[in-house]
């Protein structure tokens, strides 16, 4: 028990909560609003024994009102946290310490009695029990003196569906409940919430403070050289330190959804996943609903709110990053996205990449590491066609930035917005049914400039799974990878995995026994020619695929076998329209050997090295009909 020794100074009564909080919240000075006042014993607990261990000077339960909101806001104007942007209404510009821009998953690790459970090969960081709560008594104690310790409730999911869960995060940096409050649902609900069902994922967080005692940048103030992300799966706690930024603070996400998520989902039957979420209706007016997990940083974000270029569909959106899947009782997949926001890429966005995204961003969102303009505004890289040539930009780091002559980029390459997701004009009716929505296919996909064909489908799920097992891209900058080489990104969850991946990959399988299963496929946007052009427009264009993947789902027959999987027939991929293409269609789906050859070494390696003999036979045997069948092409 990590928190063994504090945890015997609480007392567990409702009653003398109550009595501490009262006490608490008149600490309070500046805030005026509701105080939240009945939690059930077990939060009381991990609040009283954070505070015992941070030593904040005060502690501030959030009721996620707008008051409460206006109050932070003002703290971090105040700070230099955070400044207007005063073209757009209530948006705000971040910028952070230079050294705080990214996850880093180095300095992430799962906690668990054995290795084995937690991580196989390089598929994560394992810390054993003894050794996180060293790094934690290195770190926390007395971290938040001088500071707030504020304390949100919050539901990953609609409040009180049955596919929800609820988190608590205690940090002292009021810039992540700003973020949070947008991300996920906070507030009053929650706690009725926690009343009916005291079961809540613990998340710790401080943005720490440097062991020399120097701030380098009071606006944003991080400890980067001691940062840790701590996940401990058998207690439902998160303890990340050191990071204000993204999936390293924004608790809820990564930390919470994917890697204690997908330990919770292994132990309860269901699926907790990197993947986006659409809704697609054709011009009969069917819809049907798809997932796809892709890489960090691959478009994931674009796709979820895309805008077909084939007359008469319609693309509605449910989440851009996370979805949680399981079966009903008539065994349909159902799924929720947890969020509440989107914390999307900023560079790349624009009018021509992703309109939708642009008419969603431009209030109530917190812009972090993006440049800023002379009228109040924000620029990235993307954003050169609609930037007027008389409004000065300021780059992310706060100096003068010349378009044409200054070196480096006006915005982080990891630069984001935060935005709440009821501003998506293509929110998807359903999206927040606490049912959730009936998935009918799975897309996986990534950056394969070569080889990889626009899009093939998996002959059974097991045949899937092994797609899913199999996934590389080329990286990005979401995290510390900067150099672009193709690695391996099972089910675009390498960062995330909570739990071994060859248990991953059985209780993947599993899922067959469990209800209908979706179809599965893989897509490819980014194949390039030999001059190194993209071969496929993208963006709306990708319609066409969706076109054929629904076909596909509905039963129709345009499909033939291939040594890889379906892919369409004669025809059978929809070009009407499409008149520029660079290489001729034939070229999106090339099988060559030589590469197929050297690609089925690479998983087989791969899968050797990293899953050993945790690898499932049902994954095993769809690789060797992969080789047998690439051999005789
Ligand atoms: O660098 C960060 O902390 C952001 S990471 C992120 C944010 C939104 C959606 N996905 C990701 C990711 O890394 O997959
Ligand atoms: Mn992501």
Request: include cysteine; charged fraction near 20%.
């Amino acid at each position: 028990m990590i928190f063994g020794k504090l945890q015997r100074s609480v007392t567990g009564a409702a009653k003398t909560l109550r009595v501490w909080q009262v006490h608490r919240v008149r600490n309070i000075t500046a805030y005026t609003g509701t105080s939240l006042t009945e939690l059930p014993p077990n939060a009381a607990a991990f609040i009283k024994n954070s505070e015992e261990m941070c030593q904040p000077d005060k502690v501030h339960i959030c009721d996620g009102s707008n008051v409460e909101n206006r109050w932070l806001t003002e703290k971090l104007v105040a700070q230099g946290t955070l400044s207007p942007l005063k073209k757009y209404e209530n948006c705000w510009l971040a910028r952070t310490n230079p050294s705080d821009v990214a996850r880093v998953e180095s300095k992430t690790f799962i906690c668990t009695e054995n290795k084995d459970e937690a991580v196989v090969g390089s598929l994560g960081n394992w810390i054993s029990p003894e050794n996180m709560k060293t790094a934690i008594n290195q770190r926390f104690p007395s971290c938040m003196k001088g500071r707030t310790m504020y304390v949100i409730p919050f539901s990953m999911g609609p409040v009180g569906s049955p596919l929800s869960k609820v988190g608590i995060e205690i940090t002292d940096s009021p810039y992540v409940v700003e973020s949070m409050r947008i991300m996920t649902r906070i507030g009053i609900d929650v706690v009725h919430q926690l009343q009916k069902n005291a079961e809540f994922v613990k998340c710790l967080h401080s943005v720490g403070r440097p062991e020399n005692g120097i701030v380098e940048f009071p606006a944003w103030p991080c400890d980067p050289a001691r940062t840790i992300i701590l996940h401990k799966p058998d207690e439902n706690f998160i303890a990340s330190y050191g990071s204000g930024y993204g999936g390293n603070s924004l608790l809820g996400k990564k930390c919470f959804a994917l890697r204690i998520g997908s330990t919770i989902a292994k132990r309860e039957g269901w699926l907790a996943e990197h993947m986006l979420i659409l809704g697609i209706t054709n011009p009969q007016g069917e819809k049907i609903y798809v997932a796809a997990a892709f890489p960090s940083a691959c478009g994931k974000t674009n796709l979820a709110m895309m805008t077909p270029t084939l007359p008469g569909y319609k693309i509605e959106c449910v989440g851009d990053d996370i979805a949680w899947m399981r079966f009903d009782e008539n065994g349909q997949l159902r799924a929720i996205n947890p969020e509440y926001g989107f914390f999307g890429v900023a560079p790349g966005t624009s009018k021509e990449t992703n309109p939708i995204a642009m008419q969603t961003i431009f209030k109530n969102t917190i812009f972090t590491n993006v440049a800023s303009t002379s009228d109040g505004g924000v620029y990235w890289e993307g954003l050169e066609k609609e930037h007027s040539a008389d409004v000065a930009i300021t780059d992310w780091l706060g100096k003068p930035w010349t378009k044409g002559s200054s070196k480096t980029p006006a915005a982080h390459a990891n630069s984001r917005f935060c935005t709440p997701a009821t501003q998506c004009p293509i929110i998807d009716p359903a999206w927040e049914d606490p049912r959730g929505v009936p998935i009918s296919a799975i897309l996986f996909g990534g950056r394969r400039p070569k080889g990889i064909p626009l899009v093939y489908e998996a002959r059974s799920w097991a045949h899937g799974v092994f797609i899913g097992a199999s996934m590389r891209s080329e990286s990005t900058a979401a995290a510390e990878h900067t150099k672009k080489v193709i690695m391996h990104d099972p089910f675009a969850m390498r960062p995330f995995f909570g739990y071994n991946f060859g248990k991953y990959l059985e209780h993947w399988l599993s899922m067959e026994n469990r209800g209908k299963v979706p179809k599965i496929f893989h897509v490819n946007w980014f194949l390039k020619n030999k001059d190194g052009k993209f071969m496929w427009p993208g963006f709306g264009e990708n319609s066409r695929v969706l076109d054929w993947v629904f076909r596909r789902v509905k039963g129709e027959n345009c499909a033939k076998d291939s040594a890889i999987g379906f892919v369409p027939s004669e025809g059978a991929l929809r070009t009407d329209g499409l008149d520029n293409l660079p290489e001729s269609l034939d070229k999106l789906f090339d099988l060559p050997k030589d590469f197929w050859l050297q690609e089925v070494s690479e998983i087989e390696k791969y899968f050797e090295t990293e899953i050993g003999n945790h690898l499932p036979n049902a994954v095993t045997k769809e690789l060797t009909y992969l080789k047998e069948r690439i051999s005789k092409m």
